[in-house]
């Protein structure tokens, strides 16, 4: 069973930057940020293919977000820049795990909140 930690989240006023971090205990095909804000489901913000190191973005991020990994630390990086207060949300880490199907997300994380407040 793969294991997700994130890291990195916190409180920072609008326009401010933050950069989050997720370490992966094992191989995956794909790790995604998600995020859910209170009273709202939960989206989908980036994901980045493990080997080839492409990445693809929700369009509310807008160029303001660069998703990033380090297969040799086993890591996964976005750096989040210009935050906005409707960014204030819990992010979550995903992996799509060897095997699994183009929508699926089997290993979650714990999550990290982020608050961008003046």
């Given at each position: 069973?793969?294991q997700?930690?994130?890291?990195?989240?916190?409180?920072?006023?609008?326009?401010?930057?933050?950069?989050?971090?997720?370490?992966?205990?094992?191989?995956?095909?794909?790790?995604?940020?998600?995020?859910?804000?209170?009273?709202?489901?939960?989206?989908?913000?980036?994901?980045?293919?493990?080997?080839?190191?492409?990445?693809?973005?929700?369009?509310?991020?807008?160029?303001?977000?660069?998703?990033?990994?380090?297969?040799?630390?086993?890591?996964?990086?976005?750096?989040?820049?210009?935050?906005?207060?409707?960014?204030?949300?819990?992010?979550?880490?995903?992996?799509?795990?060897?095997?699994?199907?183009?929508?699926?997300?089997?290993?979650?994380?714990?999550?990290?909140?982020?608050?961008?407040?003046a």
């Amino acid at each position: 069973q793969v294991q997700l930690v994130e890291s990195g989240g916190g409180v920072v006023q609008p326009g401010g930057s933050l950069k989050l971090s997720c370490s992966t205990s094992g191989r995956v095909v794909r790790l995604a940020w998600f995020r859910q804000a209170p009273g709202k489901d939960r989206e989908f913000v980036s994901s980045i293919h493990w080997l080839r190191g492409s990445g693809n973005y929700a369009e509310f991020v807008a160029g303001r977000f660069t998703i990033s990994r380090d297969v040799d630390k086993m890591m996964m990086y976005m750096e989040m820049n210009n935050l906005r207060p409707e960014d204030t949300a819990v992010y979550y880490c995903a992996a799509r795990l060897l095997g699994e199907g183009s929508t699926d997300w089997g290993a979650w994380g714990q999550g990290t909140q982020v608050t961008v407040s003046a």
